[in-house]
């Protein structure tokens, strides 16, 4: 179920992007909910909120070494890994890889989800924070609460 969440991913991901380079000229934007949701085609040489702009090898070399450790990390621990927690991850490496894969390949990720509260995004992006936001809830929450389940199960409380 792991790698085909990240696969599962890093299609999307490329897949919205190739329609929006394809179907789209570059700071055009398409209403979709007027004065809500656009999408609007961008490109982003930095991080999220156009942060580090202009640094892809420090980037590049940032995600993919949090890519692979995160990977090296759930194959180490193997089943020992909380199943939500492995979702998260999943869903962290496969919108990091989509992203990475951009980069490396064109210098610049394709941002074109636009909230106009927010920064314009992709959907790599939105899987990174359901990602973050899952594993926040794993750790802080879930996990704790199965252990102390179990915990009382084993010992018939």
């Known amino acids: 179920m792991f790698w085909i969440i990240i696969l599962l991913c890093v299609c999307i991901d490329q897949l919205s992007k190739l329609a929006?380079?394809?179907g789209m000229e570059l700071g055009v934007t398409k209403p979709?909910?007027?004065g809500l949701l656009d999408f609007t085609y961008t490109r982003n040489t930095g991080a999220a909120f156009s942060i580090l702009t202009g640094r892809q090898t420090f980037l590049i070399v940032v995600t993919a070494?949090?890519?692979i450790a995160m990977v090296v990390y759930v194959l180490r621990k193997g089943k020992a890994v909380f199943p939500p927690e492995k979702i998260a991850i999943a869903l962290i490496v496969g919108?990091?890889?989509?992203?990475?894969?951009?980069r490396a390949a064109r210098g610049y990720v394709i941002d074109f989800i636009?909230?106009?509260?927010?920064?314009?995004f992709n959907a790599a992006?939105?899987?990174?924070?359901?990602?973050?936001?899952?594993?926040?809830l794993s750790v802080l929450w879930l996990e704790p609460k199965?252990?102390?389940?179990s915990h009382e199960s084993e010992h018939g409380l």
């Open 20 to 22: 929006v380079a394809r």
């Open 146 to 149: 199965y252990a102390k389940k």
């Open 65 to 67: 070494a949090v890519m």
């Open 114 to 120: 636009n909230i106009h509260i927010l920064p314009i």
């Open 32 to 34: 979709l909910i007027p």
């Open 95 to 102: 919108g990091g890889t989509g992203n990475l894969i951009c």
């Open 125 to 136: 992006d939105i899987f990174v924070c359901c990602g973050c936001a899952l594993l926040v």
